[in-house]
């Protein structure tokens, strides 16, 4: 079963194809790529904000989701999938060997 991140990925891409009436996506593709780096700056940001505001964890998930939404918009944009991204931090994993017993007292940060 897909999870909502890939739903929501896939519904990205299919707006670039496909654009329709009132969608925010085709509007930021319309926009460009300049509009769509602002409003991933902007997202950001409001994650930091919200983050050091401490206890309010829905605001945090809310700042977050929205972040992830302009970063998939940028992604899609760019051509880059959620598989390239997976294929990295699976790279990564294995390099450093997440497993506590595969790691070595040096893979320590
Ligand atoms: N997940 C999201 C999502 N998260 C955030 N946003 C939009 O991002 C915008 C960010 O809000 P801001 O106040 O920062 O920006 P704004 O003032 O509305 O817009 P700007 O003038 O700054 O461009 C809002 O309009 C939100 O609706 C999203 N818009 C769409 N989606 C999902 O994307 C998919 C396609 O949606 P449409 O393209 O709208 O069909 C659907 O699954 C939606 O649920």
Do not use: C, W
């Not at 929501?8 to 329709?20: F, I, N, Q, S, V």
């Amino acid at each position: 079963m897909k999870n909502e991140l890939q739903v929501l990925y896939e519904t990205l891409l299919d707006r670039k194809e496909h654009a329709e009436v009132g969608s925010y996506t085709a509007y930021l593709y319309e926009k460009g790529l300049e509009k769509i780096l602002k409003k991933v700056g902007e997202e950001a940001t409001e994650v930091i904000i919200a983050a050091m505001k401490n206890d309010n964890k829905e605001e945090l998930v809310n700042e977050i989701s929205d972040l992830i939404y302009h970063l998939f918009v940028l992604m899609a944009e760019k051509n880059i999938t959620l598989e390239d991204v997976n294929h990295e931090l699976e790279k990564r994993s294995h390099k450093k060997g997440n497993l506590k017993a595969e790691r070595k007292p040096v893979d320590k940060y």
